[in-house]
C-alpha cells in the first residue's frame, strides 16, 4: 500500500534553513504529482506547494513563494522541501502528500505521518 | 486566492443525528470541490472529491454536493468514529486552499 515517510523536521532558529525529505512506496512515485501542506499548532491546514510528475512544474502559495522549494528525485522515489528564510510563524507539522490520479488533479488521496518544524530562537 | 469559508466552525452533535457542514467559494469552482476529515494528531484523510464522488473505501453515510460556489458536506447519520474535524478544499486552481474547519462534536 501506498506509504509516505518524511524526515528532516526538528528545531531551527529564525533565518536558517532546513530541509525535508518525503520518501514514497507502495505506488509508481514518478506518475503522480506530490504536494506539501502544513498543520501549524492548533490551527487549520494550509496547502503549500505542488511538483509535477516529472518534477519540471511547480506552484506555491503565496506565504512560502520565494523561500521554499519543492523537489523530486524520480530515481529515489523521494520528495523535498527545500525551506530558506525561515520565520516563526513557518512552526507547523509538515505532510507530504499523494494526488489521487495521474490525470488532471483533484484531490490529494494519501498522506505521511507528518513531520514538526519549530522555528525558534 | 480563492478563499473558502465554512459554516459553522463547530457544531454538537448526538449519534444518529444528520449532520451538515457547508463551504462558499470567493468565487466559482465547478465542481473542485474535496472534503478531508482530521482526527487529533492525525493526517487528514480523503472523503469526497469533485464535490459529489465518494472515496472508496469511505462509508456511505458521508455524501457531498454542489457546484459553483456553494458545497455541502452530509453525514447522514452520525457515528461514534466520525467525531472530527472536516475541511473543505477547492483544487480548481493553484494555490489550492483549505477552509478553516469544522469541528463536529459530542453533544
Known amino acids: 500500500q501506498v506509504q509516505l515517510v518524511e524526515s528532516g523536521g526538528g528545531v531551527v532558529q529564525p533565518g536558517r534553513s532546513l530541509r525535508l525529505s518525503c520518501a514514497a512506496s507502495?505506488?509508481?512515485?514518478?506518475?503522480?504529482?506530490m504536494h506539501w501542506v502544513r498543520q501549524a499548532p492548533g490551527k487549520g491546514l494550509e496547502w503549500l506547494a505542488v511538483v509535477s510528475y516529472n518534477g519540471k512544474v511547480q506552484y506555491y502559495t503565496d506565504s512560502v513563494k520565494g523561500r521554499f522549494t519543492i523537489s523530486r528525485d524520480n530515481s529515489k522515489n523521494t520528495l523535498y522541501l527545500q525551506m530558506d528564510s525561515l520565520r516563526t510563524e513557518d512552526t507547523a507539522v509538515y505532510y507530504c502528500?499523494?494526488?489521487?490520479?495521474?490525470?488532471?488533479?483533484?484531490?490529494?488521496?494519501?498522506w505521511g505521518q507528518g513531520t514538526l518544524v519549530t522555528v525558534s530562537s | 486566492d480563492i478563499q473558502m469559508t465554512q459554516s459553522p466552525s463547530s457544531v454538537s452533535a448526538s449519534v444518529g443525528d444528520r449532520v451538515t457542514i457547508t463551504c462558499r467559494a470567493s468565487q466559482g469552482i465547478s465542481n473542485w470541490l474535496v472534503w478531508y476529515q482530521q482526527k487529533p494528531g492525525k493526517a487528514p484523510k480523503l472523503l469526497i472529491y469533485?464535490?459529489?464522488s465518494l472515496q472508496s473505501g469511505v462509508p456511505s453515510r458521508f455524501s457531498g454536493s454542489g457546484s459553483g460556489t456553494d458545497f455541502t458536506l452530509t453525514i447522514s447519520s452520525l457515528q461514534p468514529e466520525d467525531f472530527a474535524t472536516y475541511y473543505c478544499?477547492?483544487?480548481?486552481?493553484?494555490?489550492?486552499?483549505f477552509g478553516q474547519g469544522t469541528k463536529v462534536e459530542i453533544k
Open positions: 478544499q477547492q483544487t480548481n486552481n493553484f494555490p489550492w486552499t
Open positions: 469533485a464535490a459529489s
Open positions: 502528500a499523494k494526488e489521487r490520479t495521474t490525470q488532471r488533479s483533484n484531490a490529494i488521496d494519501s
Open positions: 507502495g505506488f509508481t512515485f514518478s506518475s503522480y504529482g
